[in-house]
Structure formats: C-alpha cells, structure tokens
C-alpha cells in the first residue's frame, strides 16, 4: 500500500507538534517534516517523542529551502543536505527532498549530483531531487537553476514530483512521472493553474482538483505500475484560519490520494 502523508508546511507557521496533531485528525499515514528557522523541525528527540506520541512515522525531511531558511545549518547547502540526512535517519525518515542548486551556487551545482549519491549512500536514504520551474521577471524567463530546474534532464537517482511546480514550468505532471520512470521515488500533492496568457502564474500548492494538472491520473497510473514511493500532501492551508477548516481540506485532499491509488488496483470503495 502506498503511505500518503502530510507535510508540516500545509499548516505553516504553526508548530510542528500543531502540525502533527493535524496530520493526525485528519487521518495520513504520516508526516513530511520541512526544515525551518522553527527548532522543532530539526530535533530529531523533540520529532521523535511527536511520532510516538500522535502515532504518525515521519516518511521523510524536507531539506532547507535557501530562499526561505538562508541560515538553517549554515549557508553551505551541501552541509544542509547533510544536516538533512542526519535528521531522516535519527528519526527513521526514509526520504530526503532537496531542490536542485541556484545557478549563483556554481562550486555546489558542479558537485551536486556526487554529493547526493554520497549523501544517499552514505546515511542510507533516498534523496529525492524535487522538480522545479523557470523563474519569470519582467516578462522574461530567468534561468534560475544549475544545470537545470527539470530533474527529468538532471543526472540523479531519484526524484520528487511536485504538481504546483509542474504547472509553472507549463509540464503535465503524468507525462513527467512517465519520462522518470523508476526515478520518480516520492510526490507531492498537490495542484497548479494554468499558465496565464503571460506565461506567469503563481506556487499556488491548490488542494487537488484545483488546478490543472492530471493528478488522479498520475495516481492511478502510478498504483496499476505498483509503485511503492511516497505521497505527501503539500497543500496551502494558509487562507483557512481555522483548523476545523484546515483539517478538512486536508482530509479532502487525502481522500483524493486513497480514492485514486485504489481504482488502478481494485480497492475502491463501493
């Protein structure tokens, strides 16, 4: 069976104990902890005493994201994913998501593909680069990633499909887990608009259905090939200020995981 769970950035800037009780009302089989400035997202006895606690396995760490956390672990992105690793394996996660390097990291971009197998080999992990987008200014496209923002093109072991990212980047999601094959190890849920008539759009993380992507047909396809990764619901929750809300979009959206990963393979409801 495919373990979907639910990323501490769905209910973001809540704590991660807030986080994990959401996860847990709203019935994931787990949790996605994203690294932040909050301490709580990096102590591996504090996360541990969590998943005890609320009963949720934590399935994988979200490396710092630069823009967001430039100190989280330094600024040397190689120790973040380091760091990162670390933390998936005191805390039994097995996954780590990284974003592939800006094109001003030169010296990282140039070793990162290494370093990621080392990373991976060395803490006994799957490091999952996630698929980004082209970045536009003023109407331009800015080439914001090195070698690239597609991990389709990019020499790595395993990949994380982000359905928001997909939509920016104008990529139908079940094309590209097509074209990855066996390197797509773990995704997240969650959907995207449409391009406008610009070209631009915004990293919306709409709940599924939302948006424009093929996500149930991804799932579907995914389940009837029997897939075994990950699913973590990535899912902005920011408009809803109540958690009653909050924990019922996500419950919705985890619906939409279970509905659509048991047609392919009989265990629909009736």
């Given amino acids: 069976m495919i373990r979907i769970g639910m990323s501490t950035s769905c209910v973001y800037p809540w704590s991660t104990e807030r986080a ?19 301490p709580g997202t990096r102590d591996a006895r504090a996360l541990t005493r969590l998943s005890d606690r609320f009963e949720l396995p934590i399935l994988s760490v979200h490396a710092p994201v630069l823009l967001l956390t430039p100190f989280v672990w330094g600024r040397d992105p190689r120790d973040k994913l380091t760091r990162s690793a670390e933390l998936a ?6 996954t780590v998501v990284v ?6 990291q030169s010296r990282y971009a140039e070793e990162f593909a290494d370093h990621v197998r080392a990373t991976a080999s ?21 080439p914001a990633y090195s070698p690239g923002w597609d991990p389709v093109d ?3 072991d395993a990949v994380t499909l982000d359905f928001s ?5 104008g990529r139908d999601g079940l094309e590209m887990a097509t074209e990855l094959g066996p390197r797509l190890r773990h995704i997240h849920l969650c959907d995207g608009p449409l391009l406008d008539e610009n070209g631009t759009a915004f990293d919306e993380h709409l709940a599924p259905g939302e948006g424009s992507q093929p996500i149930a047909e991804t799932l579907a396809w995914l389940a009837g090939a029997g897939w075994d990764g990950q699913i973590v619901a990535e899912v902005n929750t920011r408009r809803l200020k109540d958690e009653d809300e909050r924990v019922k979009l996500l419950r919705s959206t985890l619906e939409f995981a279970r509905a659509h990963t048991a047609v392919a393979t009989g265990r629909a409801a009736r």
């Fill in 20 to 38: 994990f009780s959401v996860a847990r009302r709203a019935g994931f089989d787990g949790v996605e902890v994203m690294a932040t400035r909050d």
């Fill in 165 to 169: 990212h997909a939509a920016l980047s």
């Fill in 89 to 94: 394996r005191e805390v039994g996660a097995s």
């Fill in 99 to 104: 974003h592939p390097p800006f094109r001003w």
């Fill in 122 to 142: 060395a803490f006994d992990v799957t490091v999952a680069v996630e698929n980004m987008f082209p970045w536009t200014v003023r109407g331009r496209t800015v």
């Fill in 154 to 156: 990019l020499d790595c």
